[in-house]
């Protein structure tokens, strides 16, 4: 009679062991997505940006461009180009404020974003390099181009590495390209 019952045991776990098995083959983990969106949009793309103020060094166009690429090169149909749209890049003395740049955005009743203007602090001291003791404008740039898209600042632990973390050093240039949790924002808002 115990064989009988250790049978049945072992046929009850195989049985279980087998399902488990077999439904974990077709369970899809569902995919974290470690990024804030605001809710506001662009209703059309693709988004003209001008760099063309007078206050924007000659030295800056490059690097400003390379941003703006780094998002572009992404799946989604979203987009930026040069142009003279109103969109604008600026770079004036906002003083010790503690942000190296700020931007703008407005929108309507509809959360479809109608303007959008970043402005550089030039209290700072800049470069397009990466140097020491300065802040790097692509590294920058790409994030402040996050924030044309409507993501917001990420402060968590985790986040560190990420383009639209919140915090800048100087000589850093690690937001210059995308991570994952970038990437799967901008394909989010913009499918």
Partial sequence: ???L????KLS???VVFTLVVVSSAFYKPTELKAYSYSGIHWSSYPVSVD????????SWITPLAQSMATWNSQTSPFYFNVGYSGHQIKVQNSGNNGAPATAYISYDGSNHITDVDVYFNSY???STSGEAGKY????VATHEFGHWLMLNDLYGGG???KT???YVSTGETKKRTLETDDINGINAIYP
């Fill in 12 to 14: 009850i776990f195989v």
């Fill in 164 to 166: 639209m973390y919140g």
């Fill in 136 to 139: 790097d404008v692509k590294n």
């Fill in 51 to 58: 760099t063309g103020d007078a206050s924007v060094p000659l």
């Fill in 124 to 126: 700072y001291s800049w």
């Fill in 1 to 3: 009679m115990q064989n």
């Fill in 159 to 161: 986040d560190t590495e």
């Fill in 5 to 8: 019952l250790s049978i049945k």
